[in-house]
């Protein structure tokens, strides 16, 4: 039995083989893939940012029993995946809030993922562990936070959230019935959070905001003392470092004010603005956030990583552990680690990509310095992009940047202004140059320019101001 049992072992350890090429064979395979990205990269200067999707439902899914050629699946994913649909790293596409996807987070990423350390478990991996909490640090600081703060990467800013609200809840208010303020411009993603923590039904109110689409602190001011005379308790007061629709940034400082008075914990969602906290700039437009209880962070985002690369940092970094933490028998620590809390112990998840080494990489080869001229950089062309679409005859734009978006839209003499911005964006996105998105202001459908990735400088926006005057023109604006 033993001697037939040893044959079956050995003849599976050559079937599965193929799942350790030798270094030969990594060698070619990396070959391949470099190519790839090479093309890949090299096309985004010319290329369109948004292409049909025919390409993407063309090939058949087969899952191969046996193994296919490298070359062959390469080519498939070029065609199929890499070109159709949004291209989010073109300099061009400004629909959404862009990241742009840093080389040398591909390179953190492959050698993360290649030494596949577990970082969840600071005695597992107590150098992969060290970096996480370094650069969760890190990102504390440049919020402002103190000593003692701490936090986590998350795989993006709903996550963050998620993390920052179940915090907030058993920090105050583990037996429920606190209130939850927060405009109505608040990203969808709190709904969602505030619903998985089991505060979907908490007494909410809803904060209108000024001409600038900020939140208006007058307001606040009387819900937060309306509810304390009704007695009901004020729980959790959330604010917005950039908003979805404009990249408006609330008047942190005088909402910390109140949410301090009325004993409420203060949140401060700033995945998309949060982290412009680098460069001047943005310090002007985010003061207050350095006295947030919580800061929800997207460094895929603002600092240009690639997508799944989300923070939260608490200005006490107990509250993360204590709402965190968590053991089993078969987790017991293998030994002193010396590198701070286990990433695990700090939010929901347990097991984890080594994510530190994607943001760590990029800051060490090319500079913190470059991060924040970047930050600069994208601001000043958002606040030139509006100065110059304000010049120009029939066109309305929303008020000045508070960071890196603008809302505008058409304003043709004659015709249904609402259909004539619906049928411009719609166009403008199936040509697929430039690639911009819309929202709805007041009822009324705008266009929204997303100025963030790193590749994105001053001839982009000249040429998205050619094509937005080209096509309202084809439209009939005169």
Not at 36 to 41: G, I, T
Not at 284 to 300: F, K, M, N, Q, W
Not at 335 to 347: A, K
Not at 349 to 374: K, M, N, Y
Request: charged share 25%; hydrophobic share 45%; aromatic share 8%.
């Amino acid at each position: 039995m033993i001697e037939a049992l040893r044959s079956e072992l050995v003849a599976l350890r050559q079937a599965a083989a193929p799942l350790e090429p030798d270094a030969d064979a990594r060698a070619r395979l990396m070959d391949l893939a470099v190519a790839h990205a090479q093309d890949f990269l090299g096309d985004l200067a010319d290329g369109p940012a948004n292409r049909g999707w025919d390409d993407a439902l063309a090939d058949p899914l087969d899952f191969a029993e046996d193994g296919r050629d490298p070359a062959e699946l390469l080519a498939y994913i070029g065609r199929a995946i890499d070109r159709p649909g949004i291209t989010t790293a073109s300099p061009r596409f400004m629909g959404y809030i862009p990241g742009g996807g840093l080389f040398h987070s591909a390179v953190g990423d492959f050698l993360a993922a290649s030494a596949n350390k577990y970082a969840g478990f600071a005695s597992a991996a107590p150098g992969a562990v060290r970096l996480e909490n370094a650069t969760a640090a890190w990102l504390a600081k440049v919020i402002g936070f103190p000593e003692g703060a701490a936090g986590t990467l998350t795989s993006g800013g709903s996550m963050a959230n998620l993390t920052a609200i179940v915090t907030a809840r058993e920090a105050r208010d583990e037996d429920g019935g606190g209130a939850v303020y927060m405009s109505a411009t608040a990203h969808h993603c709190i709904d969602k959070a505030l619903k998985i923590a089991g505060r979907g039904k908490a007494p909410r109110r809803l904060i209108p905001t000024d001409a600038r689409h900020q939140m208006r602190a007058d307001a606040l001011a009387e819900a937060l003392e309306r509810d304390r005379a009704d007695g009901i308790r004020p729980w959790l007061v959330i604010a917005s470092a950039g908003t979805v629709d404009t990249g408006a940034v609330d008047p942190l400082a005088d909402i910390a004010d109140l949410a301090q008075r009325h004993g409420a914990w203060f949140h401060v969602d700033g995945a998309y603005g949060g982290l412009f906290m680098l460069c001047d700039e943005g310090r002007a437009a985010l003061g207050g956030i350095e006295r947030a209880d919580t800061v929800a962070l997207d460094p895929h985002k603002t600092l240009f990583l690639p997508y799944g690369t989300g923070a939260v940092v608490a200005r006490d970094g107990q509250m993360l552990f204590d709402a965190f933490s968590a053991s089993a028998d078969y987790i017991q620590p293998l030994g002193e680690s010396g590198v701070g809390p286990s990433p695990g112990d700090l939010s929901p998840e347990l097991t984890r990509h080594f994510r530190a080494l994607r943001l760590w990489l990029p800051l060490q080869i090319a500079g913190v310095a470059a991060f924040r001229a970047a930050q600069s950089e994208k601001i000043k062309l958002a606040r030139y992009f509006h100065a110059r679409l304000s010049e120009m005859p029939g066109w309305e734009v929303a008020s000045a940047p508070d960071l890196s978006v603008v809302a505008f839209r058409a304003r043709p003499a004659s015709g249904d202004v609402d259909r004539f911005n619906d049928d411009l964006l719609r166009r403008i996105q199936q040509d697929g140059r430039i690639f911009l998105s819309g929202t709805r202001i007041g009822g009324a459908p705008w266009l929204r320019c997303a100025i963030l990735s790193f590749r994105t400088h001053l001839d982009a926006i000249d040429e998205t101001i050619d094509v937005l005057a080209r096509t309202a023109g084809e439209l009939g604006l005169e």
